[in-house]
T-cell receptor, first 115, second 113 residues
Framework: AQTVTQSQPEMSVQEAETVTLSCTYD???????LFWYKQPPSRQMILVIR??????QNATENRFSVNFQKAAKSFSLKISDSQLGDAAMYFC????????????FGGGTRLMVKP | DTGVSQNPRHKITKRGQNVTFRCDPI?????LYWYRQTLGQGPEFLTY????????KSRLLSDRFSAERPKGSFSTLEIQRTEQGDSAMYLC???????????FGPGTRLTVT
């Protein structure tokens, strides 16, 4: 069974600073995708960034980037120039590229941004 | 494109009652997923549909749970004889078959007293 582990229940960052959220996963599959989703308080989950396992280049979306280490099964999210609006729960998620495509989520990391 | 919508947003019910939630996916999205999220945890997969066919169900989906997507558009999730352990946020997501990501609705928060 696939599992996703986020070892940091809570993280705190000063506004304008950089923070890295950790995620590891366990799978025997070779064709899969990894995602980071953001869930603000009382608001719906939105996609932050995704990474295809076959791509060696790390994905980047504006202030958000990932460090994908396939051999280590590690997928961390770096948020640069943190903003107050970045405060939220962040979930790492994984899915195999097959017919089902259901997501397996980690337990989440609560990110607090200090002004 | 108005996004995925879910109704009701909140539901409080007494143990033993039946409840039904509705999800309206993004139009033309042929895949629809249900997840359950308990407090402080990540969402867990329950079931998914491609068009009107329910193609997979998690072992979390006990016999008291039933989901339908009769015309391949909106979906309903019914919980019969609710238990306190059913208290959770029920999330719906949709996608096109070839899309990598899923788009989530705001969820229905169920409280069983």
């Amino acid at each position: 069974a696939q599992t996703v582990t986020q070892s940091q229940p809570e993280m705190s960052v000063q506004e304008a600073e950089t923070v890295t959220l950790s995620c590891t996963y366990d799978t025997s599959e070779s064709d899969y995708y990894l995602f980071w989703y953001k869930q603000p308080p009382s608001r719906q989950m939105i996609l932050v960034i995704r990474q295809e396992a076959y791509k060696q280049q790390n994905a980047t979306e504006n202030r958000f980037s990932v460090n994908f280490q396939k051999a280590a099964k590690s997928f961390s999210l770096k948020i640069s120039d943190s903003q107050l609006g970045d405060a939220a729960m962040y979930f790492c998620a994984y899915r195999v590229n097959n017919a089902g495509n259901m997501l397996t989520f980690g337990g989440g990391t609560r990110l607090m941004v200090k002004p | 494109d108005t996004g995925v919508s879910q109704n009701p947003r909140h539901k409080i019910t007494k143990r033993g009652q039946n409840v039904t939630f509705r999800c309206d996916p993004i139009s033309e999205h042929n895949r629809l997923y249900w997840y359950r999220q308990t407090l402080g945890q990540g969402p867990e997969f329950l079931t998914y549909f491609q068009n009107e066919a329910q193609l997979e169900k998690s072992r979390l989906l006990s016999d008291r749970f039933s989901a339908e997507r009769p015309k391949g558009s909106f979906s309903t999730l019914e919980i019969q004889r609710t238990e306190q352990g059913d208290s959770a946020m029920y999330l719906c997501a949709s996608s096109l078959a070839l899309m990598r990501e899923q788009y989530f609705g705001p969820g229905t928060r169920l409280t069983v007293t």
